[in-house]
Structure formats: C-alpha cells, structure tokens
C-alpha cells in the first residue's frame, strides 16, 4: 500500500495548521509549526490569493490528513456519505471519518496520535467485541467495545500516562481502568472539530 514518508510537520505547515499528527510532541514547544509558522519550502513565505478551488482542496487535505487517509480511501467515504440520505453529506463524512478504528483509539486518549493508533492495530494489540482486529480503518457502531488484548494491557498504560492529549469525548465511554472504549452515540456536528468546514468538502467532490 501506497505510503507518505516524507517529514509529517510539512503537512500541517503546508496546510497552516496543527493537525496532530506526531503524539506529544505536538503539545511542546518542539512542534514544528509553533517554530516555523510558514509553509514548508522554497517559496513557503510567499503570500498566495487562493481560488474558490484551492480554498475547497485544502479544506480537503487537511480533513484527509488529520485522519491518515489516501484520496481512494477518503474518495470511497464521501461517496458512502452521498448515498445515504438521513443525516447532512458533510456530517456524515465526518462520522465515517470519526468511527474508524484507529480514530476511536486516538479519540479515547489509549494512543498519542492515529498514525501510532494504526500501526498498534496492524500489530493486533486492540479488539473490537472482544474479537482481535487488524484492520485500522474497521468502522465501529454504537454499542460496540474496543479492548486491548490481555499481553499488550502494560504497553497502552505506558502510553496512556505520556499521552498528553486523553480527554475523551462524550460521545465515548472510556475506561481506562479496563481499558476499554464504548461508543455510547455516533457523534454529533458539535462533538467534531469545529474548524472543519465540511461544507467546502461535498462542494469540492461536487464539481
Ligand atoms: Fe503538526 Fe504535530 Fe508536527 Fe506540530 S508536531 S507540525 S502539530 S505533526
């Protein structure tokens, strides 16, 4: 599978914005954007005038790169989120976005960012339903339990006391005694960034 190598904190730098993407040292003085508060590269200082389509790609890109996502894989759940017709286009991609295995572990303080959230679960220390789970992009329903495996119990508490990012969202019902995460409710427009302009992403993919 396709992956980026490159150096993270160019993208929240190209993007102009934190995107979480390196644990802790997001939350230190060491993040890469607090030190450099310009796009990466030659003509990262330059000032640009952004199109109406540049404003939606970029909206795009940092959403896709918050969540670790490819453009296939990102493309797949806006098409998901056009077909059903229950909740708005846009909340709904969020939603996907939010349910996915890695995100929920992210989300529920076990892990310092996504991109460890995922690598933990190719290595199969987490469960959904008290069955192991490999798969990072797994999409969760309410009512269901992520845990960790019994062997890896001491590795996530490790984690979990250098995470300085652990406060759940209501959404979640974290127990970190057990360590497990329930979902109570998919979540609301409120629960989700409030930076995200999801509208400017369906009107992107609505060209
Ligand atoms: Fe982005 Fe984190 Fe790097 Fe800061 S440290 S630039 S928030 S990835």
């Not at 993270?8 to 060491?30: A, D, P, Q």
């Not at 987490?126 to 062997?151: C, D, R, W, Y």
């Amino acid at each position: 599978m396709a992956r980026y190598t490159d150096s993270v904190c160019r993208l929240c730098r190209n993007e102009g914005t934190k995107l979480f993407l390196k644990g802790s040292r997001c939350y230190s003085t060491k993040c890469g954007i607090e030190r450099r508060r310009y796009g990466p590269g030659q003509h990262g200082q330059t000032r640009k005038k952004q199109s109406e389509f540049a404003v939606q790609l970029r909206e795009k890109q940092k959403v896709r790169l918050t969540y670790g996502m490819l453009e296939r894989q990102f493309a797949l759940y806006m098409h998901d989120a056009n077909k059903q017709k229950k909740v708005p286009t846009g909340l709904k991609l969020l939603q996907l976005c939010e349910t996915r295995l890695d995100s929920i572990i992210y989300r529920s303080g076990l892990v310092p960012s996504r991109a460890q959230a995922r690598q933990l679960i190719q290595h199969g220390h987490f469960l959904v339903n008290g069955k192991k789970t490999a798969i990072p992009s797994f999409s969760l329903k309410a009512n269901q339990v992520v845990g960790v495996k019994e062997g890896s119990k001491q590795l996530i508490k490790d984690l979990i006391s250098n995470n300085p990012a652990s406060v759940p969202p209501n959404w979640l019902k974290v127990d970190l005694e057990n360590l497990t995460a329930t979902i109570v409710n998919l979540p609301a427009r409120e629960d989700i960034d409030a930076t995200i302009k999801e509208p400017l992403i369906v009107e992107y993919y609505s060209r």
